[in-house]
């Protein structure tokens, strides 16, 4: 679907240069001099690379749409996680870079959102909030009981949060997978 340049919005995914590119950042420039346009900042679906592009509304880009499917975590195998669609059954391959730093809380069995181009696995999004378990943290010392002071904990993944000073070892949390942030208990 081809759009005006100033009508790129964050968020949008389109076709530049023989890429496939995100707009991050969009910033909609009237100089006194000449026409309006807009500055637009794009990532790299593919390679992260980034971009500053400016836009005329008179320049016409390609956006894409990805589709959508929910895929259910089998395995990891050599560096690629195994997906399977939950309506064909079918098993899809996707390399285990694609999650980055949340891979820790892919858990067996979980349901992500994968997003296709054509038949292309681009990204992965695990759901915003999983519940894991603490295998390790300091005990509760008497008396410590600022509202604001929380303690390290090693959660059963290996990942190290920050978690209030009433919850123990053994204990089940909620963690937002986006911030790496303790939620509440489970």
């Not at 707009?23 to 790299?44: D, I, R, S």
């Not at 349901?111 to 943290?137: D, G």
């Amino acid at each position: 679907m081809k759009i005006n340049g100033n009508e790129i919005r964050p968020g949008n995914i389109i076709e530049h240069d023989g890429g496939l590119w995100v707009a991050v950042k969009t910033a909609h420039v009237k100089p006194g001099k000449g026409g309006a346009f807009a500055q637009v900042e794009l990532k790299n679906v593919r390679d992260g690379r980034k971009l500053n592009e400016r836009f005329r509304s008179a320049d016409k880009v390609e956006r894409v749409r990805l589709d959508q499917k929910d895929q259910q975590f089998l395995y990891e195998t050599d560096g690629k996680l195994v997906f399977m669609d939950s309506e064909t059954y079918e098993q899809i391959e996707i390399d285990a870079e694609i999650l980055g730093e949340r891979r820790p809380f892919l858990q067996d069995g979980m349901t992500v959102t994968v997003e296709f181009y054509e038949e292309e696995a681009l990204s992965c999004a695990l759901p915003e909030k999983v519940t894991c378990e603490i295998v390790e943290t300091e005990p509760v010392v008497k008396g410590q009981t600022a509202a604001n002071s929380f303690k390290p904990a090693v959660l059963d993944n290996g990942v190290r949060v920050m978690v209030p000073p009433f919850v123990g070892s053994g204990e089940k949390i909620v963690v937002n997978t986006e911030t790496f942030e303790y939620v509440e208990r489970a």
